[in-house]
């Protein structure tokens, strides 16, 4: 497996230091990159790719917001093709998408989806979720059956996802538990 840097010494250094001759995010496991609006989220997603790219890996973006800025992305040397570069609305639609990608295992393959706060669902889009909980549902179901994809195609799953206020005045991120459950790393 490889070991991806997050562009930062610091946080590489912090995540693995200890463990790994070099820091960073080991493929083959989910990291869910959570925040405020504006924290440099999206950032941390471009440097990943960067990284990726740079030891000759592939990457995908999926962003429902489509909020990434590709001139941006370069700064980091990111660079983010049309090819590679989708849309998804719902949860199933950004799995359909990681599971369709025919990756080599022999390299760093970087999936990074910008962010689990704006996918829906298909039944929100069309009768409505009054409670609001399919996508937490679809989430857990999507992991479960992925989770051991991304270790065997050698797979670093990145994510972000948005901290809202929940009960309490505690911080939680949208989606559910499944998210926290499945990832082998949170950055806050």
């Known amino acids: 497996k490889h070991v991806i840097s997050t562009g930062s010494t610091i946080l590489d250094l912090a995540i693995s230091g200890g463990r790994l001759e070099e820091g960073g995010i080991p493929t083959g496991i989910l990291v869910e990159i959570a925040g405020d609006s504006g924290s440099g989220k999206t950032g941390i997603l471009t440097e990943l790719c960067a990284s990726v790219q740079a030891m000759g890996g592939a990457t995908r973006f999926a962003d429902p917001e489509a909020r990434l800025d590709k001139e941006y992305a370069e700064v980091t040397g990111a660079s983010i093709e049309d090819e590679d570069y989708f849309r998804p609305k719902t949860v199933t639609d950004m799995f359909t998408l990681l599971e369709e990608w025919d990756t080599d295992p022999s390299i760093p393959n970087l999936f990074a989806g910008d962010s689990l706060a704006a996918l829906s669902t298909e039944m929100e889009m069309e009768e409505g979720d009054k409670m609001g909980m399919r996508r937490a549902k679809e989430l857990s179901q999507e992991l479960r059956k992925h989770c051991l994809l991304f270790h065997d195609r050698n797979v670093l799953m990145a994510c972000t996802n948005q901290v809202r206020t929940g009960q309490n005045n505690s911080r939680v991120t949208p ?11 949170r950055l806050m």
Not at 175 to 185: I, K, Q, T
């Open 175 to 185: 989606g559910g538990n499944a998210v926290p459950f499945y990832a082998s790393l």
